[in-house]
């Protein structure tokens, strides 16, 4: 009976292929209180977390998505910076702002939304 040697297999890259997310992710890695990506499928997948909430994700669509006040995506989306995102139910989310373009802001709408979810 011959036996196989086991070969370690990569753990899939919880960010996906999006290196734009990768570096909003590399930016949070010395920042204790947020969680990385855990990878995997469904809502949140690809979050970073603090205290357990998400405050920036990558949407099944490959669209950036964090968490701010309603009135700041409320602006956001008036100035046409984004759009409100719907997580597929039809529904939007009226303190989410889905990121249209310009991934030169991710980093700083990133930053913002982990002060608003951490109460700072």
């Given at each position: 009976m011959k036996t196989r040697k086991k070969t370690a297999r990569k753990k899939p890259s919880p960010v996906g292929l999006n290196p734009a997310y990768a570096r909003v992710v590399k930016a949070f890695a010395r920042d204790k209180a947020v969680t990385p990506p855990k990878g995997g499928s469904g809502f949140g997948a690809s979050a970073l977390k603090v205290g357990g909430r998400i405050f920036a994700m990558m949407s099944s669509k490959?669209?950036?998505?964090?968490?701010?006040?309603?009135?700041?995506?409320?602006?956001?989306?008036?100035?046409?910076?984004?759009a409100y995102f719907d997580s597929g139910h039809g529904r939007l989310m009226k303190e989410w702002l889905e990121v249209k373009s310009g991934q030169a802001q991710w980093l700083s709408l990133a930053r913002e939304a982990r002060d608003f979810i951490a109460g700072r």
């Open positions: 490959g669209k950036f998505v964090v968490k701010l006040p309603k009135e700041r995506v409320d602006a956001l989306v008036t100035a046409r910076k984004g």
